[in-house]
């Protein structure tokens, strides 16, 4: 709801971001006192990309990739990788396979499962960010370990990716 904006910002960064609800962007401007002339906040589905024709220094996606399709995930990358302005970097936060609920509900394909009902989520691993982030620049993967929601970590993979 803001929380990497407000980071930004208050480290002399211009920030634009992508949000599919309103309630979200509600909160981003409520919570993280993220003003509207300040930081434009797209409404939409990042799946409906580009909300606008700039070209961006740096991208940050943290914990949406892995909810996408193998189509969504492909074209949010190349979306994001147009959108980068030359030596930009995108960084991209993913849930590894080591994470406990790797391989619950029903699986969908490949490292892909619904986790509850409406909750599709897929699984990565180096092989697998290999795969899907190279045509884009990646020139780092780096584990890293991310609070959950009940106080413990979740294992997750950043990719990071430089535009030539």
Do not use: N
Request: aromatic fraction near 8%; proline fraction near 6%.
């Amino acid at each position: 709801y803001g929380r990497s904006a407000a980071g930004c910002l208050a480290r002399g960064t211009s920030v634009a971001g992508i949000e599919i609800s309103e309630t979200a962007i509600g909160l981003a401007r409520t919570r993280q006192g993220l003003p509207a002339e300040q930081v434009p906040i797209h409404h939409g589905s990042v799946t409906d990309m580009p909300f606008d024709t700039r070209r961006y220094g740096g991208i940050y996606c943290h914990g949406l990739l892995y909810l996408l399709d193998a189509e969504g995930r492909a074209k949010l990358l190349r979306d994001c990788a147009a959108q980068l302005a030359p030596g930009g970097h995108m960084v991209f936060t993913l849930i590894a396979k080591e994470a406990p609920m790797y391989g619950q509900g029903p699986r969908l394909g490949e490292d892909w499962y619904e986790r509850l009902p409406g909750l599709p989520m897929y699984f990565y691993d180096e092989a697998s960010v290999q795969r899907d982030f190279g045509a884009v620049g990646l020139v780092e993967t780096r584990r890293q370990d991310e609070p959950a929601h009940d106080g413990t970590t979740l294992p997750f993979l950043v990719a990071t990716c430089r535009a030539a």
